[in-house]
């Protein structure tokens, strides 16, 4: 395959902005190949997606860091092959504060820790997406229509020892929705 009609063939639109947080905004059309890659490492905080598509394919990502709060969403629709690696983390320390005391033993607590993975390989087929990662809730919704293989892994351990776990393993031609929400109240 010829690498200059590849490029020629794919249109991209990048907005960048920052105005008291950090915002990145694309959408990608391509009759070619795509791949593309978004990362957030906050405190507490992780985000990470990788993509790639082949033959014509749309992309259209959105990424907000405001306030310590990260909101994505994703929606990839391609008529040939298709990868999908998305995670998102978040451990919040529960450990209370000394009262200024040096020599108090501080409570021992144990931290939350979410965690929510999808990866997959597709034949075609359409992946769309929301993360939202807030200081004391994490959230997912994913919505996979196609041919492939597409992994789920989620879990979620509280302050209390409660742990929650989740995983979803799908095959062949497929159409899954899922709704994750850990911590917060819905």
Not at 19 to 27: E, F, H, L, Q, Y
Not at 80 to 97: F, H, K
Not at 133 to 156: E, F, H, P, W, Y
Request: charged share 15%.
């Amino acid at each position: 395959m010829n690498w200059a009609f590849i490029l020629s063939g794919c249109a991209l639109l990048l907005i960048a902005g920052l105005v008291g947080a950090d915002s990145v905004t694309s959408s990608i059309v391509c009759d070619g190949a795509t791949w593309v890659s978004s990362s957030v490492i906050g405190q507490g905080q992780t985000y990470a997606a990788t993509l790639f598509t082949t033959n014509l394919a749309t992309l259209m990502r959105d990424l907000q860091v405001k306030d310590g709060n990260v909101k994505t969403g994703t929606v990839v629709e391609s008529s040939g092959p298709m990868g999908i690696d998305e995670y998102s983390g978040q451990v919040t320390n529960q450990t209370d504060r000394s009262t200024g005391c040096v020599f108090e033993v501080a409570e021992n607590r144990t931290n939350t820790r979410d965690e929510i993975m999808y990866t997959g390989l597709m034949g075609s087929g359409v992946y769309a997406s929301t993360r939202d990662l807030q200081s004391d809730k994490t959230s997912s919704t994913t919505m996979i229509n196609g041919s492939g293989l597409v992994l789920a892994r989620a879990s979620s351990k509280d302050n209390a020892g409660n742990e929650t776990t989740h995983t979803s393993d799908v095959a062949g031609n497929l159409n899954m929705t899922e709704r994750i929400i850990f911590g917060g109240v819905e």
